[in-house]
């Protein structure tokens, strides 16, 4: 080698998950004779130490199937040359999951460590590296001291850092306030790892690229973090996977033996991390408004591919939460322990991206069966009610005034708590929105097409609005047409609706307003099925600059006890294509149904139910010239590699109302 390796440790892990999503049960009895017990002959023959993370729920399959292999694994940790390394009982995207289902998960997969393998685990590896602060919470609460993290998109989130620089952070602060040890993995290496051992480059290419690679890291080298299904055995993920064409453990054997010689030298975990001690204790949080959760890997792996794409995941997501609603209601200590259970395993990321057709069909079934007991409605969709006459005669209680005003010809909204004004000539969106807290300053409104001078923004910008496109039929759909709106009084309520017929896309879409509150809540409902991949994004508000100026922010709670506070800091586009394939960058994490946006005066809330539609806000903050553009959305779909044609969308209600600064 150009430069020696003789003054670096390293670690390799081995990532094992008998649930992988586009591998069938039939298969599982393969996967260990080619892949688990080559991996447990190589650490016996090479006597190198390899740390092996593994879900509870695999490593109970594999006790069922083979249990030889549990017993020899259970060895190797006791000889000192293996670390179990933890991943809850199933692989759960912490920050789009409650927090006590994500607590409950890393219990429940230590409980299975404990009965089959008597070890408790002290490290753990982020699953599927969705991180957000809000994951150290119920890491540390389930007594983990180190958690393993790729830094990668760690460095694209925080764009002032390098590779080099995140290395150095050695602790990683929760949205509770505490710290937590990391060790950092590296995408890039157990990507040339693999290509390696596939054949795709030659052993002095990689010699090579490591040798470079190296100086991006301290003293530290993650050379290899990653599945162990992917070797003398392919998950079937691709229609491009390389072919097997020699034993690939045996090669993986030489290459380590290789390494040995040219001086590196392997440790598990857990020994890096006490090493680690010594070092400079760097503290900073890796998330940013830019990217408010980080996932694995390259670009299209961002954290739609488990919420809002794959064979259905709204769908999947929402009886989810429908089942998480539920369980302060069941009383039998046992049963409510079963449905927890459960919960981590629909939750699990392994039912949603590649999942067979099979084991889809398996799982919805078993779901519908749970919601069958529990009386669980499994539609998305809101019961129809009849629509009243227009402009309702029914009693009037709504002590506010609706009138037209004649030179705009906007429908105009008042009460005591709120102003609010709808355009019937664009879909009824909103023109503007203000409330009394805020001294009637509007922070949600419409731009007119000359306000930027950038002709990229040369365009008329509607608050409220809905967007559909259809990428097969190359096709576009929004709401911004002309309608005649509904007016319909309720108790001390009014509700503003009209019903719209557009190309493959028929809803109706209504605003309610109370007479005595500060509240507006936008409402969707979808008439139509759809036989297509679907782009779907809804309320598309636009912010103010004249509204919000200093110190902006957004607020989310993604999977831990508390709310993360982001600056809005830095120009970012969640809603950016990646590509015509994926359809998205990435999106705000939300496991409550809530995100708040404000600056040092004044700030909104966006809330909505998870358990009717489990939506994920998306944000664009666009610096142009000396001014911004500022629109938060909403998505209920999107696609990448692992979409399936959609069948229907969820209705979905969002409310919108003022807040306290906290």
């Known amino acids: 080698m150009e430069d020696s390796l003789r003054s670096k440790k390293a670690f390799l892990l081995f990532h094992i998950n008998l649930s992988f999503s586009s591998i069938e049960v039939k298969d599982h009895k393969l996967l260990i004779h080619n892949c688990y017990w080559p991996l447990l002959n190589l650490i016996s023959s090479s006597r190198l130490k390899i740390a092996i993370e593994i879900s509870g729920s695999s490593l109970q399959k594999i006790y069922s199937i083979d249990p030889k292999w549990t017993k020899e694994f259970k060895r190797l940790i006791s000889d000192g040359f293996v670390e179990l390394i933890g991943s809850g009982a199933y692989q759960i995207i912490g920050p789009l999951v409650p927090y006590e289902i994500n607590l409950h998960n890393q219990l429940f997969g230590l409980e299975t460590y404990n009965r089959i393998l008597n070890i408790i685990p002290k490290c753990a590896l982020v699953n599927e590296m969705s991180f957000s602060s809000g994951v150290i919470d119920f890491y540390l609460e389930s007594g983990f001291e180190t958690i393993l993290m790729e830094r990668n998109n760690a460095a694209l989130s925080l764009t002032d850092k390098t590779l080099r620089d995140i290395d150095q952070i050695k602790y990683l602060e929760g949205s509770n306030g505490k710290k937590i040890k990391v060790i950092w993995t590296d995408s890039i290496l157990f990507q040339r790892f693999q290509r390696y051992v596939h054949n795709d480059i030659s052993l002095s290419n990689y010699l090579q690229d490591l040798s470079k690679y190296h100086k991006k890291?301290?003293?530290?080298?993650?050379?290899?973090?990653?599945?162990?299904?992917?070797?003398?055995?392919?998950?079937?993920?691709?229609?491009?996977?390389?072919?097997?064409?020699?034993?690939?453990?045996?090669k993986i054997g030489l290459l380590l033996s290789t390494l040995s010689k040219e001086g590196l030298r392997f440790y598990l975990p857990t020994e890096i991390s006490n090493y680690e001690e010594n070092k400079k204790n760097t503290l900073i949080n890796v998330t940013s408004s830019s990217y408010p959760a980080i996932v694995k890997k390259q670009p299209k792996y961002n954290l739609t591919r488990w919420a809002l794409t794959g064979r259905n995941d709204i769908w999947i997501n929402t009886i989810c939460f429908r089942i998480f609603k539920k369980l302060p209601k069941i009383k039998n200590k046992k049963r409510k322990t079963e449905i927890q259970n459960l919960l981590c395993k629909f939750w699990s990321s392994d039912l949603r991206t590649h999942i067979t057709e099979k084991r889809w069909n398996?799982?919805?079934?078993?779901?519908?069966?749970?919601?069958?007991?529990?009386?669980?409605?499994?539609?998305l969709q809101a019961p129809r009610l009849e629509r009243k006459n227009r402009n309702s005669t029914q009693p009037?209680?709504?002590?506010?005034?609706?009138?037209?005003?004649?030179?705009?010809?906007?429908?105009?909204?008042?009460?005591?708590?709120?102003k609010l004004s709808l355009n019937p000539f664009k879909g009824i969106t909103i023109d503007s929105l203000s409330y009394k807290s805020h001294k009637f300053n509007t922070l949600i409104g419409s731009i007119p097409a000359h306000y930027y001078e950038n002709i990229e923004l040369g365009a008329d910008f509607y608050s409220g609005g809905l967007l559909l496109e259809f990428p097969q039929e190359r096709k576009r759909v929004t709401d911004y047409t002309y309608v005649d709106p509904t007016i319909d009084y309720h108790s001390n309520t009014v509700e503003i609706s009209a019903k719209f017929d557009l190309d493959q896309a028929s809803f109706i879409k209504s605003f309610v307003i109370n007479d005595s509150d500060e509240q507006v809540l936008l409402k969707y409902r979808f008439l139509n099925t759809f036989n297509s991949n679907i782009i779907a994004r809804l309320g598309n508000f636009i912010f103010l600059e004249s509204g919000l100026q200093n110190q902006i922010f957004y607020k989310t709670t993604a999977g831990g006890m508390k709310e993360e506070l982001f600056l809005i800091d830095k120009a970012f586009n969640h809603a950016q294509p990646v590509s015509s394939f994926v359809s998205t960058?990435?999106?705000?994490?939300?496991?409550?149904?809530?995100?708040?946006?404000?600056?040092?005066?004044?700030?909104?809330?966006?809330?909505?139910?998870?358990d009717q539609a489990s939506a994920l806000p998306m944000m664009v903050n666009k610096k142009v010239n000396n001014s911004y553009f500022r629109r938060l959305l909403f998505s209920i779909s999107e696609i990448d590699d692992t979409s399936k044609i959609k069948q229907s969308l969820p209705?979905?209600?969002?409310?919108?109302?003022?807040?306290?600064?906290i």
């Not at 080298?221 to 690939?248: C, M, T, W």
């Open 217 to 250: 890291f301290f003293d530290i080298l993650p050379i290899y973090s990653n599945d162990a299904e992917v070797f003398n055995f392919r998950p079937g993920r691709f229609s491009q996977e390389a072919k097997i064409e020699h034993d690939e453990w045996a």
């Open 362 to 379: 398996l799982t919805t079934d078993e779901i519908r069966s749970v919601c069958l007991d529990l009386n669980i409605d499994t539609s």
């Open 396 to 418: 009037k209680s709504f002590s506010g005034s609706i009138t037209t005003d004649k030179n705009s010809r906007l429908l105009k909204i008042k009460t005591k708590f709120l």
């Open 585 to 610: 960058t990435t999106s705000i994490p939300s496991s409550t149904g809530q995100i708040i946006i404000g600056d040092d005066k004044s700030a909104l809330s966006m809330e909505w139910d998870m």
């Open 651 to 661: 209705d979905i209600d969002i409310k919108i109302l003022p807040t306290k600064l």
